[in-house]
Each structure stands twice: as C-alpha cells, then as structure tokens.
Nanobody, 119 residues
Framework: QVQLVESGGGLVQAGGSLGLSCAASGGTFSSYHMGWFRQTPGKEREFVAS????????YYAGSVKGRFTISRDNAKNTVYLQMNSLKPEDTGIYYC????????????WGQGTQVTVSS
C-alpha cells in the first residue's frame, strides 16, 4: 500500500500558472505508474496526465496537452504537475493516483487539492 498526499492547489487568474505536488509514502514509489485526475461538481472524474514508473513516458489529455507537464522524482517519492496557461475550465479538485505495474487500474488515490481558475 502507498499513501498519497497532494499539495499546491489554490486560486489563480486565467492565463496564470500553478504547480502541484504529490508525495508518496509507504510503498516503493518507483514501482508505480502515476497519474493526475480532476473532478468538478456535476462532472465525471477525468484523466489529466500520467507518467510511467521506469521509463517516465508521459501521456496527456487533449485538453491540457501543451499546457501541462507531468514529471516525477523517484529519489523524492514525488510526482509533479506543472500547469501553465490555465483556463477557467481547468477548475476542479485534482487527485494524484498510483497504479502498480502489475495492476490494470489506479488502485491508490490522494485526498485531492482544489484548483480554482478565475476569469
């Protein structure tokens, strides 16, 4: 089992930037693929970005590609999400998630951090 704690959320104006962090503990961080998801009241949880465990291959939702960057530091057991050129539609609760390399799904989730983008 791995525990995840997100941080870095806040209020930012449209066009601004914000960086999120997700600290992992209680597991072998390098053995997990990591992902970021977001959820807004009244909307389904949606995929934002992910990064694989070893090769650090990245994937992005089309809505954030070119604006967001996911990265990881296995020595610090931390995954990051740098968000630039933010839009009001980026508003939501952002969740960090971990997927064991032997699993087909993200099995561990953080508590979430609120991101609000004003227009």
């Amino acid at each position: 089992q791995v525990q995840l704690v997100e941080s870095g959320g806040g209020l930012v104006q449209a066009g601004g930037s914000l960086g999120l962090s997700c600290a992992a503990s209680g597991g072998t961080f390098s053995s997990y693929h990591m992902g970021w998801f977001r959820q807004t009241p009244g909307k389904e949880r949606e995929f934002v970005a992910s990064i694989t465990s070893r090769s650090a291959t990245t994937y992005y939702a089309g809505s954030v590609k070119g604006r967001f960057t996911i990265s990881r530091d296995n020595a610090k057991n931390t995954v990051y999400l740098q968000m630039n050129s933010l839009k009001p539609e980026d508003t939501g609760i952002y969740y960090c998630a971990a997927q064991r390399v032997t699993s087909l799904y993200y099995d561990h989730w953080g508590q979430g951090t609120q991101v609000t983008v004003s227009s």
